[in-house]
């Protein structure tokens, strides 16, 4: 059954143009639909994510998405709205690249669910058998070099600078949609707002080589609004740089964290766009988080969601717990419950010292153990440490230490391996080798 897909975006917020007649297009048949991502790196960020979103939706209302890898687009760079000639990548990283971009694209369509299921192509398994002339031919023929310059998101390079080669990047992208619109009866080209002119590129090649019956358009473009944040600062962007999907570039914890610390202004719409939840629900999470803010109802739904559609549940429980550890209310029992194999997610990015077992058994006091992990953020130097010790501001697996004298004996490595040493919210593991 088909359900009203621009109706969806719409209350989500994610619409932000679209070409008249795509709604009735929709509404008429169902419908293939494609969005391109170039290979610029070898995981997506969460940048990319809110025009996955749109596949999703797409194939939810019942029509058909085509998720497009640019192995050809990528090798050349599209310049919209970019302030400078970007620099090539070579090959090897674009092959990489590709390969990274595809496994993660697969992920969220379902490609085995009859006539709607998804599909995957790359725009360079055609122009890989293009030759240059027969693409002056075909493609540039069709529009005029005013056409192109006229497109707002080319204008500030044409006053700056830009190459032949960036400059046909449109056409490229163009081409795909023609190419889709032949072989596969691909009639909407979807993307970010800033993608508006390289779509309309690719409805213009198809309506001067197809026609129109009609007045009826052969080929449709919708875009989405860039996601922003209320503070004017960018979205999607952490201290370490962009939010990935890629686990070993942005871990699940750091993922998770950078959800839960939006803003009560930003999450709602946040929501919309990034979960799946019904309208009904979101407006439900608004009421109780309102009622009680300051337990972020809202950024810890989103973060959920999120972390166990992108990671996956057992790393979101391991995120849990990590929260736990690391921001407070974790006990011993706790401590003790983490498995062997979870501690490197757990206690990714906190500060970690090795030390020797034989160290271990011929240190009988706290303040020798503490010493062996000065120069941590924790304890600058060991006069702090007997400070912090001092003033019961330490604790050992998260059991207070009463008295600088305590005897090393009263704490039980974890997992016969770690100690977690920690003051206020502070924390360090020792890892004993
Ligand atoms: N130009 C798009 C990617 C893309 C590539 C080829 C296409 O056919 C469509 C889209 C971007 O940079 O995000």
């Known amino acids: 059954m088909r359900t009203d897909f621009i109706e969806e975006l719409r209350w ?28 610029t790196a070898a995981s997506l960020h969460i940048g990319n994510l809110a025009t996955i979103m749109l596949l999703v939706h797409l194939q939810k209302a019942g029509h058909k998405p085509i998720a497009l890898v640019g192995g050809a687009t990528g090798m050349i760079g599209d310049p919209s709205f970019k302030a400078s000639e970007r620099s090539f990548l070579d090959e090897d990283t674009l092959r990489i690249n590709q390969e990274g971009i595809r496994k993660q694209l697969e992920q969220f369509l379902d490609f085995n669910c009859g006539e709607n299921s998804a599909e995957m192509v790359n725009n360079y398994d055609w122009f890989k058998e ?19 310059m006229s497109k707002d998101s080319v204008k500030k390079r044409l006053e700056t600078g830009i190459s032949f080669t960036e400059f046909s990047y449109q056409l490229l992208q163009g081409y795909d949609f023609y190419h889709l619109y ?3 009866n691909v009639r909407l080209q979807m993307g970010g707002s800033d993608q508006w002119g390289n779509i309309t590129t690719g409805t213009e090649i198809i309506r001067r080589k197809e026609g129109d019956e009609e007045g009826y358009f052969k080929a449709y473009a919708l875009t989405t609004p860039l996601v922003t944040k209320s503070d004017g600062s960018k979205f999607g962007k952490s201290e370490g740089g962009n939010i990935w999907l890629d686990p070993t570039r942005t871990s699940p914890f750091e993922f998770y964290q950078f959800w839960l610390n939006q803003s009560d202004e930003d999450s ?3 929501l919309r766009v990034f979960s799946l939840k019904s309208k009904e629900e979101i407006e ?43 921001f407070g209310k974790a006990t011993l029992e706790m401590l003790q419950s983490i498995a062997i194999d979870e501690f490197d997610t757990i206690f990714n990015g906190v500060p970690q010292t090795e030390i020797f077992r034989a160290d271990w058994d011929s240190t009988s006091n706290l303040l020798d153990l503490i010493s062996t992990v000065t120069n941590s953020e924790i304890y600058p130097s060991k006069g702090e440490a007997r400070r912090a010790l001092q003033q019961n501001a330490v604790s050992i697996n998260k059991v207070k230490v009463s008295s600088p004298e305590q005897s090393l004996a009263d704490f039980e490595l974890l997992q016969d391996k770690f100690i977690l040493v920690s003051k206020g919210k502070k924390n360090h593991l020792i890892k004993v080798l």
Request: charged residues 25%; hydrophobic residues 40%; aromatic residues 8%.
């Open 12 to 39: 989500r917020g994610m619409l932000h143009d679209m070409m008249p007649g795509t709604d009735e297009q929709l509404n008429k048949e169902m419908t293939a639909g494609y969005i391109g991502f170039d290979p």
């Open 284 to 326: 439900a999470l608004e009421v109780s988080h309102a009622a009680e803010p300051h337990l972020r109802i809202m950024q810890k739904a989103l973060a959920a969601e999120l972390t166990m559609r992108i990671h996956s549940e057992r790393d979101y429980q391991l995120v849990l717990k990590a929260s736990d550890v690391l």
């Open 130 to 148: 293009i030759g240059f002339l027969q693409f002056l031919r075909e493609a540039g023929k069709y529009l005029s070099v005013n056409y192109m």
């Open 182 to 184: 032949k072989h596969k």
């Open 268 to 270: 709602p719409r946040y």
